[in-house]
Structures are given as structure tokens and as C-alpha cells.
């Protein structure tokens, strides 16, 4: 690498300025440890130690006239989440949110008696400047009536980034592996990604995938003991203590990030036990936590792939009784791919979507896809429900330059809704490598809404 041939030549310079004194210099006497270690990217080494240095900056920029929530639709089955919302054109200019999130992570390794020492070190940050600049929102004045012609005032744009500490943990070890510091949790909560195009409403509302109930708090992480140990043949398991640094709670599984109790404090700690598979077109999981105050959850999922099928199945649990599950199939034949999914929840809630996508030439693909979601409230007649349906291309138009564009329409039977809203997008991608790739897109709606988005990010690795 460019990065050894810099600290090769620096240290033979150095070596003939010194006259007899580059011994001096052993921080660079060895630059091979980081293959004897089977490390690669951008590395430094010592005579016995490997440091591998990883990064990512992204920038999002975003302006239009819309209210908080996604750009189409205007429902939402959980109020408290405000997910599914019509970006109403209100006059003014909304948002105008740059936000610059960051991290650089370094992980020094050495050999041992029992395998790969290494420390871990993650320094992030996420600086979100000038959140609500040219916020159009009334000022509201004496009595609560809104000022006449007035706007909330512009907050400071903040020009430096606090940076905090996103890992700090050692670890040993090769087969089994002991970890100890502040890292993430080993609670897998993967395998829950419907396979069709938009996928499915609930999944999006809890970042894609299946969850437990937000009652039930289940912060993993933080200050934690673990030990992971593969066991062969593709098969591994995991247990651990983790949240030691928390505080008492006000109830099981009670959560002070929880926001149906502000108030609550974080279990003082949790077990955490994992079981997975990886092998052969499969991957799987179960994963468990229970916290010192009687809550505990459950995370279980599965893929499969058996060309031309792909099958993904989860579900979510946790102390209060409740579930959420989610299952979606996909087959490819030739050049079209049809997929189909279906979740619910314990809450009298279910979803379905379903969708075809055909690679009609080369770098041209066409999504067809629509879903649907059902929620029914006691004493309710009728059940609320939205919809929504899209056509989408993506053009590759050079090997960097990609084009994009969306039409759609939703709707929803939920109290107050302004009826079918149309809307549509177009963008551009561009990725000319190196670790860089921006975009820009600008979606409308026939409400009179609009957002510009621009992105731009370059990873180290």
C-alpha cells in the first residue's frame, strides 16, 4: 500500500540522516505483521502489533415545504411514531437540515498464546447543524395566539462537532473470543427484511424488520462482558452481560429512551445469549435478553436461498405478551423477479406487499410494487387501513451515473386523511469510486409538497 511505501522511504531517510541511529526508529523496523495476521486495508505496523484504520463521513442536506414523516403518506397506526404523514404545503420553507455524520475507527491486534489480541477504538459523531433554519412555524405570543408575520428565529449554525467515544473495548482470542469495554450489543436482529420492493409498513416503522414492543425497553450494549465461540460447521454461540453501567429502573424492562416513559431509567443489567447459523444459502438466528427487573425479549429469524427462491421468516417477542412476525418469498426467472410479504403484531395489526421487478435491458430496471396495512382498533368499525402503490426505473447511463424515477399514489382510511395523494421522485446517483458516492433527489406531491435531498459520502477502508 501507497501507506508502507510512504513509512518505508521515511524510515530509510530517516536512517541515513541519522548516521548509525535508525535503530532507533523500531516503530517501522517491521511491516509485515499485518499480513502474518491476515489484516488488510489501510494499515500502520509496528514489530509486533497491527493497526487497521476504517472511516466513513456523510453529509445529507434537506429542503422543501413538508411536514415531519415520509413524503407520501398520511397515516399512522402508532401516533407516537408519526410515521406515515402528507408533507403538506404550508407556505413555508420547513427544513433545511445539514447533517454530518462521521466516525473513524481504529483497531490495534497483535498475536498471543491465545489467539488475536486487539484493542478497538470508534470515535463518531452526528452533528445535525441548523435543524429548522427558515422553520416556518408561527411564533406563538401572549395567550398562545400566534404572532402576525412572525417566525421562530433562526438556532446558531454550529461550525465545530462534538465527537464521542462510539467503542472502546479489548478483545482475544480466535475461535473463542472474549470481549470486555464499551461496544455494541451480540443480540442478533437480523434476517427480517422483506424482499419486496417498498416492503411492508410496520417494518418500515421499526427500521425495517420485526421489533419488540417499545413498552419493553431492551437497551443491549453499553458497558458489557462477552464471549462468542464458533463451533463449527457454520455454527456459533454467544452470551454476555451487558448495560453494566446502567442505573435502576422504574419497572420491567422500563427504558429512559423509551418514549412512552420519559421518565424510566435503564435496567441496570442484562443478559444476553445468542444461538446462529451461517452455511450453505442459510442464515439464522435466536437471540435473547433478560434484564435484572423481570422484562425480557426475543429476536428469531431466518434466510434462505435456493436459487432461483429466497425465502426470509422472523419474529419478535417480549415480556408484555406481544408479538410481531414477518415472512416474504421471492423467486427469479430469467430476467424477472417476483416477490411477496406479509407481517402482524399482536396489536390486531396486519400487512402484506407484493412486487415484480424485470432487469429490461442491461443497466435499466423497472419495480413494480404496492403494499398494504391493516389496523384494527377495539369498538372500531371500520379498521383503519393505508395503501400504496409505485412504479420505479433505474438507468445506469454510464458505469458512475445512475438516473432514477418514481410515480406513486396512497391512501388511507384513517381519520382526518386528505384522501388519494399522488406524488413522484427523480434523482441521480453518482458513484465515480474511491469510497464516494453522492446524490440528489427531488420528490412532489399533489398536495403541493416538496423535498430536495442531497447526499454525499466517501468511506476509509
Known sequence: MKIRTLLLGSAALAGLSTAGYAADLGVVTSLDVCDELGLSGLTISSDDNCLVITGNVAFEYDLGSYDPGTVYANYTFNPAQNKYTVLNNNGFIDSNKGDVDTWLKFVGTADSDFGPASATIKLISNNIRGSGNWDGSPVVGTGGNPVVGGVLPLPKNYADHTVAIGEAWV???DTTMIMAGFKSSIFNKGDDVPLNYLGLFNSSSVNTGVQWST????RTGGDVIQVVSNLGNGLSIGGGLE?????KSNGPGTDINNPANPGGASAALSGVGVLQYAGEGITAHVSGAV????GWRMHAGFTGAWDPLKVVAAVAADQSGFWNALGSASATFDMFTLAVSGEATSNNEWGVGASATAVVTDGVTVNLGGRYFRHTVAGTTPAFAVWQVEA?????VTDTITLTGAVGATASSYPGNVGTVFYGTGGVAWAPGGGFTSSSSLTVNSVGAY???FKAAKSIK
Open 243 to 247: 448495560r453494566l453501567a446502567g442505573s
Open 171 to 173: 478483545g482475544i482470542g
Open 451 to 453: 423535498k430536495w435531498v
Open 215 to 218: 413498552a419493553a425497553g431492551g
Open 392 to 396: 420505479a426505473v433505474a438507468a445506469a
Open 291 to 294: 434484564d435484572t427487573l423481570g
